[in-house]
Nanobody, 124 residues
Framework: QVQLVESGGGLVQAGGSLRLSCVVSGRSDSPYSVGWFRQTPGKLREFVAAINEIGTKTEYSDSVQGRFTLSRDNAETPIYLQMDSLKPEDTAVYYC?????????????????WGQGTQVTVSS
């Protein structure tokens, strides 16, 4: 099972940018994908984006499509979530998670391993 650690959160003004990182460690005997989710108090965890293990396929939610970019050079490097044109409604705790398999999924229940989360706050 892999372990994940997020970093890069912080406070930014609306219209600004942040880049989150997700470092994956440990061993996986099967291919896996990595997803980003976000959550605000009292709300369900929301899918943001996902990428396959080698960084060749990505999927985004409608709310971030065109503003966020997920990237990974290869299976040994961190996953980066570049967030541009940030809005106050992007404020949340952001989590990265790993899901065994090659298909990208937006369902939190399909992810077995989760990081501890990093806070992103966008001021208006």
């Amino acid at each position: 099972q892999v372990q994940l650690v997020e970093s890069g959160g912080g406070l930014v003004q609306a219209g600004g940018s942040l880049r989150l990182s997700c470092v994956v460690s440990g061993r996986s005997d099967s291919p896996y994908s990595v997803g980003w989710f976000r959550q605000t108090p009292g709300k369900l965890r929301e899918f943001v984006a996902a990428i396959n293990e080698i960084g060749t396929k990505t999927e985004y939610s409608d709310s971030v499509q065109g503003r966020f970019t997920l990237s990974r050079d290869n299976a040994e490097t961190p996953i980066y979530l570049q967030m541009d044109s940030l809005k106050p409604e992007d404020t949340a705790v952001y989590y990265c998670a790993a899901s065994v398999g090659v298909l990208l999924t937006s369902l939190p229940t399909q992810y077995e391993s989760w990081g501890q989360g990093t806070q992103v706050t966008v001021s208006s």
